[in-house]
């Protein structure tokens, strides 16, 4: 495809996405709720209030007639501990304060109009700001893919990771969270690593080192992504150059991620105390089949495109074989952990930042089908996963 497909692919995916946000959020009223307030709360009390004290953040109801009004309710003075990472609350403040600032010239204007952080003038600023996230790093997914496969076999890739997978639900409507970003910033760091693999300079080891600093910082448990920088030890340089690599990408990672660090050492006394790991981690006995098939939202179950993905990853695990281990490392991860079902989520929503790995096998999946099936068997299974995954999405709405 020319670079002006390209564009209209991208214009066509963020107005979509950008529809299901707005009309999800003209019935709802709102899009900071669940999890979001917590992410939210760092951001709203840094810039309105100056500090990080975010009692009044965590302790308010967050509802549209509350979100739009300029009284305060008294709140509890009881301190919450916000043990999320920060990341993805930094990456909203262009959004947040571009709102911010239009917020304070209508309030001059009218009194009456709300520049206190939470209304709506803010919300949809900083979902459409995740919305464009998610797709820049569907169409970087889109490039990466279309330098292994034709690019009509990546496009149908990208399309069917999107609209049938959770990539959809977080991505159009549950959009104020930290999946956004971080499906962003792994569809980056692999095209990166992906362009730079047969030789690294200097430089690419820096870039590198500092998106998985990002990554780390949105979602913790992301960090193990950086597994794929093991391939140093296979690319042609000495001994002390591939230690020197190594070395510069992990200390611009740790300078990246040094303001989660301070964050843990304000909050809990230390700095490499990450409330994440509390829960504990059991490797001997993970939760395979919770994972995998539980009914409330197993992965195979709810998004079963997943399964797919994974065939197609071990069909060619010669050719992807990097792929795949960073894949299954990431799903063990996750198995492993107390906290695998991630509370009110919809189906394993962790496995998001995985899904631009996960997208090669889907592609092999694709090209062999396209082969094998004629056009009608083809499409009605192409359409099955779509139909699937967004009638899943209002049964877990419902």
């Not at 946000?21 to 009390?45: E, P």
């Not at 459409?128 to 996230?133: G, I, M």
């Not at 991860?333 to 962790?350: A, H, K, P, T, V």
Request: glycine share 6%; with cysteine; proline share 3%.
């Amino acid at each position: 495809m020319k670079t002006v497909s390209q564009k209209k692919m991208f214009f066509s995916i963020f107005i979509v996405l950008s529809c299901i946000f707005l009309l999800h959020y003209k019935i709802v009223g709102q899009a900071v709720y669940g999890d979001g307030r917590f992410y939210w709360a760092y951001l709203r009390s840094a810039v309105k209030d100056h500090d990080l004290d975010l009692r009044n953040e965590l302790n308010r109801e967050y509802s549209p007639k509350a979100n739009n009004t300029l009284q305060e309710k008294p709140f509890e003075k009881k301190q919450i501990f916000n043990w999320f990472p920060i990341g993805a609350s930094i990456s909203w403040l262009p959004s947040f304060g571009i709102a911010d600032g239009l917020a304070n010239i209508l309030h001059r204007a009218s009194p009456s109009f709300p520049n206190n952080g939470y209304s709506d003038i803010y919300q949809i600023m900083v979902g459409l700001q995740n919305v464009l996230f998610v797709s820049v790093g569907i169409m970087l997914l889109y490039r990466l893919l279309a330098s292994y496969f034709k690019p009509f076999i990546s496009y149908l890739a990208i399309i069917l990771v999107l609209f049938g997978t959770n990539l959809l639900y977080y991505g159009g409507v549950d959009v104020i969270n930290s999946h956004q970003f971080s499906f962003f910033m792994s569809s980056l760091f692999l095209y990166y690593w992906a362009k730079t693999n047969r030789k690294r300079k200097a430089t690419d080891w820096t870039i590198l080192g500092a998106i998985l600093g990002f990554m780390a910082m949105a979602r913790t448990q992301d960090g193990i992504f950086g597994l794929l920088l093991l391939d140093v030890f296979f690319q042609k340089n000495t001994v002390l150059e591939k230690i020197q690599n190594v070395l510069l990408s992990g200390i611009v990672f740790l300078i990246v991620f040094s303001p989660q660090m301070f964050m843990w050492k304000y909050v809990f006394g230390s700095y490499i105390v990450s409330p994440y790991f509390q829960g504990g981690f059991n490797f001997l006995l993970p939760h395979f089949l919770e994972v995998l098939f539980n009914a409330r939202n197993g992965l195979f179950i709810w998004t079963p495109l997943y399964i797919l993905c994974f065939i197609g990853m071990f069909a060619f695990r010669k050719r992807f074989l990097p792929f795949m281990l960073i894949s299954l490392a990431q799903l063990y991860l996750i198995m492993s952990w107390s906290g695998w079902n991630q509370g009110e989520s919809f189906s394993i929503r962790m496995m998001i930042t995985g899904l631009p790995y996960l997208a090669f096998g889907l592609a092999v999946i694709i090209k062999a089908a396209i082969k094998k099936l004629n056009i009608f068997w083809f499409i009605s299974l192409y359409s099955f996963f779509i139909l699937y995954n967004i009638i899943s999405i209002f049964r877990f709405l419902l």
